[in-house]
Each structure stands twice: as structure tokens, then as C-alpha cells.
């Protein structure tokens, strides 16, 4: 049995008198496709922002890939982790963003380009010749001149893609990549997903709401409320036979609202 | 008669000098706006606030005062500056002080999203200051630092006070010397007028040439 490539322990997030996640534990596997899935607010976002150290946790331990995130050992004791090891801990780790967040300022390549001539050194033939292999894998070579602004939201949703692609996470985190998008460039997207999740073994975590790809991407779902995991399993279950009542209810609401599941 | 072509000379001496305040000081001002207002930023408290005081110190109390105090009160600190390096030094602190609140307003104005991608890159604070914020930031701030540049101009009217023969000094030399108020006063007018349209000039080119490729992302 394969260690897990994360381990949630116990965490704890307050945002002042708000306690978004009391108490939650869960694994991932490597390689393995989770969803994430619940009403806003159920605390699957904050998950996804602790992991890439967007926010602090108030309490509790994260584990990535063998070592602690928010911790480190120093002459045999845990420590708060310094600016260096969050550093050296955001190399395992790359994120989607639910707005994109280009760099307004430069060009396509240039934005896949930037984070590893500056964090890794690589020189910028080597780093143009593997920024136009990930555009070319999200349909968008014949975009690296373009900007940001002249691009459709789905294809700026891509070049995103191909930017945290470009550091080789071992682990990929999309926050409601699709959410932004107008309903007719949601499946591009959806499309890039796929083939990343068919040509690679990257540990990839999800939150969605769109129950139909969440069914047929993930492997586990996990179904959030109120900070806890109120239920966890295949998406077969969780979406045809969910048992506990607050899921049956949330997906009832989704599919009254016009999802596919 | 009045000969006016040699005032006249005498004029644009003291335009001369008004220059040269103005381009130093105003290169003065960019340094010290972008120390003390990427300062007042800084996760260090001391930075903080050191950046806080000299800003506070200096948009509170004036230039005048300042100008005075660097002429008059450092020598006694075994200081001693020609009349251009303290007008420059009086004049680049003082506009300085107004330019770092200008930084600090618009490196926050580039949103929180930005800040994150950075992050998930893995840029460290410098990369994404110097690679992602700045740049953007940079369009926000040229409109009102040129606002201060043309303010600084203006403003170097007061070193005539410490016998620094700038433009406005010697418009009242020649109004002295000839008994004409009108001449004199009519050209500097007119010269302010055209070096603070020639600012105006320079900032807008420059806006145009840091904002391109940046269409349809701001209004």
C-alpha cells in the first residue's frame, strides 16, 4: 500500500470568529482524481487554498509528498515554516484559479514561460520550447503571441492550465475552473482535463460544480458541508446512492437547478 | 529706452536653473516615492515605520520650512550643500512624500488574484513585485506623478528664498533693475506654462508607451 501523497490532519480554519473547517482529516493518493463537491461556504475551497499555502491553517498538520507543509523540523522540533520551505513545499503543488488569474501584462507564452526562467532557472529556449509543447497540448499554440485580453474566457482558462502545467506539479489543484465561463466554452476546458487525467498520473484535486464531470473524472467525491466531509466514496455511489440526507438534499438542489449528473 | 534683449538673457538663466531642479528633484522624488511607499508595504514593522514618518514629516510641514532647515540648520551638522543640491534635496524629499503614497496606493490596487498567482508559481515576494505588480502598477501611478512632477515646478519658485537664481528670482532682479513688473512676470508665466506642458506632454507619451498591450484589461 502506496503512502498517501497528502494527509490532512485535524485541521482547524477560523477566519476571525467563523470557524470554516473544525476539525478535518482526509488522504489523497498519488495519482489519485478527487472531487470535491458541496454547497458554497462547505469549506472545499478553503481546502484547496490551504494546500497551496494561499491561507494559514489555525491548528492541525498537512502533510504533502512525505513532508509537512505549514511545518518544518528544526534541531528535532516542529516549527512554523519559514518563507524557504514554503518555497521549496509550492514546487510539489500548482493551482487553477475559478478567474484565471493571467498575467494581464504579458503575452500567452510569456505567462507560461515566467514561473520557471524565474523559479528553476530554466534558460528561455528550453522553457518556450516546453511552454509551446503545453499549448499545443490545450489547443492553443497559435495563440503564444496573443494577450490575455484577446482571449476568450475557455481559452484563457487553458493558458492557465498550461502555466501550472509548466512547473511539473506532482499534484494539481482546479477551484470551480469552469465556473466563470459562459456554458458554451465550459466543455474546452472540461476537455483539457481529460486528456491531462488520461496522459498523466498527476494527483489532481477538484472542486466543482459540475456534478456530470465530477461523476465521470473522479475516482472519490467527496461531499462537503458546513467544514466536514459528510460523505466520501466512488462517484457511482455518492451521486446515484448517496446515504447520508444532506447529500441526497444538495444534489437534489443541483439537479434542480439544470445540472447533469 | 530699456535694452530687455540682455533681462530678457537673464531669464532664461533662471529658466535654466528652474530646469535642472526640476528633472533632478523630480528624479529624487521617483527614487525616495518608490523606497518609502514600497516601505510603508513591507512586512517589516521598523520599515514601516521609518517609510510612515518620513512621509508623514514630510507632507506635514512646509517646504518652505524644509528648505530653510536644510540650508540653514545642517551646516551646523557639518553639512554644507550648494543652493542647487539643497533645492534639489528640499524639493525631491518634499514631492518624494506625496509620489510614496501614489506607490502604495496603486501596488494595493493590483488585486488580490495577481498576489495568488504568484504564490501558486511559486515566485518569491521580489519576482512577483518586480515581474508582475510593478508593471501593472506602474500605468496607475503616472497620471498623478505627473500631477507632482508639474507641482514640483511650481514649487521650485521657493528656492528663490535661499538666493538660488532660478526663474522667479530673476524676473525679480529685472523687475528691480527696470522698474517693469509686466515683462518680467509675463514671461516666467509664460515659461511655467510651457515646461508644465511639456511635462504634461512627456506623461502622456509615457502612459501610452507603458499601457500598451494592456488594452481592454482597465477602462
Known amino acids: 500500500m502506496p503512502e498517501p501523497i497528502i494527509r490532512i490532519d485535524n485541521i482547524v480554519k477560523r477566519y476571525g470568529p467563523l470557524t470554516v473547517l473544525d476539525g478535518l482529516s482526509m488522504e489523497v493518493m498519488p495519482g489519485e482524481k478527487l472531487a470535491l463537491i458541496g454547497p458554497s461556504g462547505s469549506g472545499k475551497t478553503t481546502i484547496l487554498r490551504i494546500l497551496m499555502t494561499l491561507e494559514t491553517i489555525s491548528d492541525g498538520f498537512v502533510q504533502v509528498d512525505g513532508d509537512q507543509l505549514y511545518h518544518m523540523k528544526k534541531a528535532g522540533s516542529l516549527v512554523p515554516a519559514d518563507e524557504r520551505h514554503l518555497h521549496k513545499m509550492r514546487e510539489k503543488i500548482g493551482m487553477v484559479f475559478q478567474h484565471f488569474n493571467l498575467f494581464p501584462h504579458k503575452c500567452v507564452l510569456d505567462n507560461v514561460t515566467l514561473a520557471p526562467m524565474l523559479t528553476k532557472g530554466v534558460p528561455r529556449a528550453a522553457a518556450e520550447k516546453r511552454a509551446m509543447e503545453l499549448l499545443d497540448m490545450v489547443g492553443l499554440a497559435d495563440k503564444a503571441k496573443s494577450m490575455p485580453a484577446q482571449l476568450s474566457g475557455g481559452q484563457k482558462q487553458r493558458v492557465a492550465i498550461a502555466r501550472a502545467l509548466a512547473l511539473s506539479p506532482k499534484i494539481m489543484l482546479f477551484d470551480e475552473v469552469t465556473s466563470a465561463l459562459d456554458p458554451e466554452l465550459v466543455e474546452e476546458v472540461l476537455n483539457v482535463m481529460r486528456k491531462l487525467a488520461a496522459e498523466t498520473d498527476m494527483t489532481m484535486l477538484l472542486v466543482t460544480h459540475e456534478m456530470g464531470f465530477a461523476h465521470d473524472f473522479a475516482d472519490r467525491v467527496l461531499f462537503f458541508d458546513r467544514g466536514k466531509i459528510v460523505e466520501a466514496g466512488r462517484p457511482e455511489d455518492i451521486f446515484r446512492h448517496p446515504k447520508q440526507e444532506r447529500t441526497q438534499t444538495f444534489l437534489r438542489k443541483i439537479i434542480a437547478a439544470g445540472h447533469r449528473v | ?219
Open chain 2, 1 to 219: 529706452m530699456i535694452d530687455w534683449s540682455g533681462y530678457i538673457g537673464l531669464i532664461f538663466e533662471g529658466a535654466w536653473v528652474t530646469v535642472q531642479l526640476t528633472l533632478m528633484g523630480s528624479a529624487l522624488a521617483v527614487v525616495v516615492a518608490f523606497a518609502a511607499g514600497l516601505g510603508r508595504i513591507s512586512r517589516f514593522m521598523a520599515v514601516r515605520a521609518l517609510a510612515t514618518t518620513y512621509i508623514e514629516f514630510f507632507r506635514g510641514t512646509s517646504i518652505f520650512v524644509q528648505l530653510f532647515w536644510v540650508y540653514f540648520v545642517l551646516p551646523f551638522a557639518g553639512i554644507t550643500l550648494t543652493p542647487l543640491q539643497v533645492g534639489v534635496l528640499a524639493l525631491g524629499l518634499n514631492v518624494g512624500a506625496y509620489g510614496a503614497e501614489v506607490v502604495r496606493g496603486a501596488v494595493k490596487a493590483i488585486g488580490r488574484e495577481q498576489r495568488e498567482a504568484c504564490i501558486a508559481l511559486n515566485l518569491s515576494r521580489y519576482q512577483a513585485m518586480r515581474h508582475i505588480i510593478l508593471p501593472q502598477a506602474l500605468p496607475l501611478m503616472l497620471p498623478t506623478f505627473g500631477n507632482n512632477a508639474i507641482e514640483l515646478l511650481k514649487g521650485t519658485a521657493v528656492v528663490s528664498l535661499i538666493s538660488l537664481t532660478d526663474m522667479t528670482f530673476q524676473a525679480q532682479v529685472v523687475r528691480a533693475q527696470t522698474g517693469s513688473t509686466l515683462i518680467p512676470f509675463a514671461t516666467i508665466l509664460v515659461l511655467y506654462f510651457v515646461m508644465a506642458w511639456l511635462i504634461s506632454l512627456g506623461m502622456r507619451w509615457l502612459e501610452r508607451r507603458v499601457t500598451r498591450g494592456l488594452d481592454g484589461v482597465r477602462a
